[in-house]
């Protein structure tokens, strides 16, 4: 026996090893993980956790895989200074002194020519962790340099939601596994949050539950629906109102619920009248009789739960729609009844106290605050979009990847390629962003830092540990936020601060248990009691009630201002006609969509999810591309006034004819001709509060011969 004794500490320390850990990407799901770590420090399979009630162990594929891109070839791993033109990708390594003293002088030199205000600090949600994101405001406010106005996710759907339900929140989302009708709304969740479909399929199994489904297209979650509601895109509004007209006009509006809870509900019902299934049928594109169907579902069901999804962003009539459809569980009274109500977000139910991670006590509310969907305009020095400031002069870029993701992309890249426009660029691969940088410094990854999630689908904080050690010489978005701030002469008592004492700091200013306590646990459920999570003691307006009659000049929404065409909007739910319709010029209309294997424009350097996704391609239905003269992989042009855009025709007959959609944010190299699919969408301000209507634009396509 004692011949085999000295192998066993060796093949001990080979053993696989395993942490706790939480997945950092823009996706409700936010979930708990397990990770493996390898015997040489790296990460390997990347576990779901069944004992996180919500995410119960399921997790996508790209994280499941998530050391292929952790542990990929083409990661940054040193700072790099930029030798040739700007976009040539032509860098050299320097160390990490030369390179933040290069970033400081940069914001320095900025400040001095035109003001503090001249430097934009510009981030976004490449993590979601609360440290690691957010922490860049610290320097914004301790420097007064322009602030951030985060808009190109969720602010037309949030501000409907507002407008209805006074905050953003609703009923526990593991409430669906008790539910008789769950319907999901705007949200392709087999793709981007796979969860839902983890209770939604429950509730099936168990109780006979029916799926529905409305989208624009027939997405993976509209091929697992008993009710597939195919509509046009930015009619969501029309349908929820023949719903509603339905409800009312078979006795199935719960008119007791109403008069305790809801405001002008005889005024919405007047109003309803004459918004009938064929008139909504006439705009959406839906079979009368399908209407009808569903709409008796709903009004015979009371157990009818509404997961609403983040496709009301994306449209620029998409705040009028989420208020329209959040109204259907009021006037069903869905609300009263477990598995019934409806939730968008949980993010309101956190009630974080962020003043040490964000430095909300340096904010000077006078400072600018600058659009981040509009950075084609503010870099192009569009007075409009400048707020009365002067231009940006310097660009320091954490978590995101403009170039690629932001709507209008031509004048996105114009901005970029200014030579008086000073940009680092803080990240992980060589990104379209990061080829335009003037410096580029390398970032870790999740299980290389700590970090503290919150999530959107569920109600849970989650600790996020460090796991290994990074590669070569990256580092964290903290650590270099703070070496910054020491160079730029910027004051706080959080550039002071180790992650961990932040998260400490912040969970227990926050009331919630220490740092040691959710080291322990892992994860912590604060999920609301039954009746506030359904309003069952008023909905978070001043008068307790629901709003169905909205001010939108007027909504209360931390904005710095109000945005596009509000004197217009419908105070009460209809459908806004201000959307890009098409016309005979351009006589599609193109939704850009999520793709199943990459997440906006991160996972798109991954192999595996390269070969799964595929060239950039356009789906096409059958009949309109047979019009065209176009075939199955034909090359075709979609353009509109913003440019032009070649893709791979797919024909698809799951949409409605004049509409096509392509579903990836591929980076600028895998198109011919160098344009991503963001060329085509505008930058224009979405009402009330901004966004960008990334569904919503009218095209031509034509074959590329």
């Known amino acids: 026996m004692n011949v085999h004794a000295p192998n066993a500490a060796p093949a001990a320390a080979r053993a696989v090893k395993s942490g706790a850990s939480v997945c950092p990407h823009d996706c409700p799901s936010t979930c708990a993980l397990k990770v493996d770590v390898m015997p040489d420090g790296r990460i390997g399979r990347v576990h779901g956790v069944k004992e996180q009630s919500y995410t119960a162990g399921v997790i996508c594929a790209k994280v499941a895989r998530y050391a292929e891109r952790a542990n990929h070839p083409d990661r940054l791993t040193h700072p790099l200074l930029r030798t040739g033109p700007k976009g040539s990708g032509q860098f050299a390594r320097i160390s990490w002194d030369e390179a933040l003293d290069r970033v400081a002088e940069g914001l320095l030199a900025a400040e001095r020519a035109h003001g503090a205000q001249s430097v934009w600090p510009y981030f976004y949600a490449g993590t979601m962790g609360l440290v690691m994101r957010d922490g860049i405001n610290r320097l914004t406010h301790a420097k007064g340099y322009s602030r951030f106005f985060s808009t190109i996710c969720v602010n037309p759907a949030w501000s409907g939601y507002v407008a209805g339900a006074g905050r953003i929140a609703g009923a526990d989302p593991r409430e669906m596994r008790v539910s008789d009708l769950v319907t999901l709304w705007g949200t392709n969740a087999v793709s981007t949050q796979v969860n839902v479909m983890t209770h939604a399929i429950h509730a099936r199994k168990t109780r006979g539950a029916k799926i529905a489904v409305v989208d624009v297209y027939r997405t993976p979650t509209m091929e697992q629906a008993d009710i597939p509601l195919l509509i046009r895109p930015g009619t969501d509004g029309a349908l929820a109102c023949a719903v509603m007209h339905v409800l009312f006009r078979d006795g199935h509006a719960d008119r007791a619920y109403l008069a305790a809870y809801a405001r002008d509900a005889e005024t919405l019902e007047v109003h309803l009248k004459s918004r009938t299934p064929a008139w909504a049928a006439a705009i959406c594109g839906l079979p009368v009789e399908e209407i009808e169907a569903y709409a008796r579902l709903v009004g015979e069901t009371p157990r009818a739960y509404f997961r609403i999804g983040y496709g009301f962003s994306r449209s620029r009539n998409g705040a009028v729609n989420m208020h329209a459809v959040a109204s259907i569980p009021v006037v069903a009274g869905s609300w009263q009844h477990e598995g019934g109500g409806a939730l968008h977000s949980m993010s309101g139910t956190y009630g974080w106290r962020k003043k040490m991670i964000e430095g909300l006590d340096r904010l000077d509310p006078t ?258 591309a047979a019009g065209l003269g176009i075939c199955e992989g034909d090359a075709v042009a979609v353009e509109n006034p913003r440019g032009r855009v070649e893709l791979r025709a797919r024909l698809f007959d799951g949409l409605r004819r004049g509409v096509v959609v392509s579903e990836q944010i591929q980076p600028t190299r895998a198109h011919r001709g160098g344009r991503g699919i963001n060329t085509l969408t505008g930058a224009d301000p979405v009402a009330p509060v901004g966004g960008a209507a990334f569904h919503d634009n009218r095209v031509r396509v034509e074959k590329i011969v």
Not at 527 to 544: N, T, W
Not at 573 to 598: C, G, K, M, Q, Y
């Open 367 to 624: 400072v600018r605050a600058l659009d981040q969907s509009r950075i084609g305009p503010i870099l192009m020095g569009e007075a409009d979009a400048l707020a009365g400031g002067p231009k940006v002069a310097a660009l320091f870029i954490q978590n995101t990847n403009p170039v690629a993701i932001a709507p209008e992309q031509e004048k996105v890249k114009r901005g970029f390629a200014r030579e008086d426009l000073f940009v680092a660029v803080h990240e992980q691969f060589m990104t379209d962003t990061a080829k335009m940088a003037d410096i580029v410094l390398p970032a870790t990854m999740f299980t290389e830092h700590d970090d503290l999630y919150q999530a959107g689908g569920h109600s849970h904080i989650q600790l996020g540990a460090k796991l290994v050690e990074p590669p070569g010489e990256c580092r964290s978005n903290h650590d270099v936020i703070c070496a910054l701030a020491a160079r730029v002469g910027a004051d706080h008592p959080g550039f002071a601060m180790s992650p961990r004492e932040l998260i400490d700091w912040t969970l227990r200013e926050s009331g919630r248990a220490p740092l040691d306590e959710l080291e322990q646990a892992h994860f912590l459920d604060v999920a609301a009691p039954f009746r506030e999570a359904h309003f069952l003691d008023g909905f978070a307006h001043r008068d307790k009630r629901f709003h169905f009659a909205v001010d939108w000049a007027n909504l209360a929404y931390p904005a710095p201002d109000k945005f596009g065409p509000v004197a217009d909007m419908p105070a009460l739910p209809d459908h806004w006609a201000v959307i890009e319709e098409a016309t005979s010029e351009h006589p599609f209309r193109l939704v850009t969509a999520p793709a199943r294997n990459f997440l906006n424009s991160s996972f798109t350097e991954t192999a595996t999810s390269q070969e799964r996704e595929g060239a950039p391609s356009l789906l096409i239905h059958p009949e309109d």
